[in-house]
Nanobody, 127 residues
């Protein structure tokens, strides 16, 4: 599976962006997909994940109510709609994929669970 993230850019605080992650491979629909982010000088952190069927989603607390993860299996694409952006949301955002399925949030946020990674897309939020 190859992943290509896009959609990053510069936005003012309070604004919105939609990130996309295009995946290659016929097994995309069966994969758990996720977004992680890494700010300068900080460790990579989990943002959101969506299980293969799209029914189960998980979010880190700081983005709940502002970000929405979704997927279109017909297009082999995952999305992250980011609203009410804050300066602390600024980071390089990475998409990731794993063939594993999760029925709880216990492990879905661990970057070691993911086998495939995209190259990252930069989100800058100005205050």
């Amino acid at each position: 599976v190859q992943l290509q993230a896009s959609g990053g850019g510069v936005v003012q605080a309070g604004g919105s962006l939609r990130l996309s992650c295009a995946a290659s491979g016929r097994t995309f629909s069966s994969y758990t997909m996720a977004w992680f982010r890494q700010a300068p000088g900080k460790e990579r952190e989990f943002v959101a994940a969506i299980i293969s069927g799209g029914i189960l989603t998980y979010y880190t607390d700081s983005v709940k109510g502002r970000f929405t993860i979704s997927r279109d299996n017909a297009k082999n694409t995952m999305y992250l709609q980011m609203n009410s952006l804050k300066p602390e949301d600024a980071a390089v955002y990475y998409c990731a994929a794993t063939p594993r399925t999760y029925y709880s949030g216990a492990y879905v946020g661990r970057n070691t669970e993911y086998t495939y990674w995209g190259q990252g897309t930069l989100v800058t939020v100005s205050s």
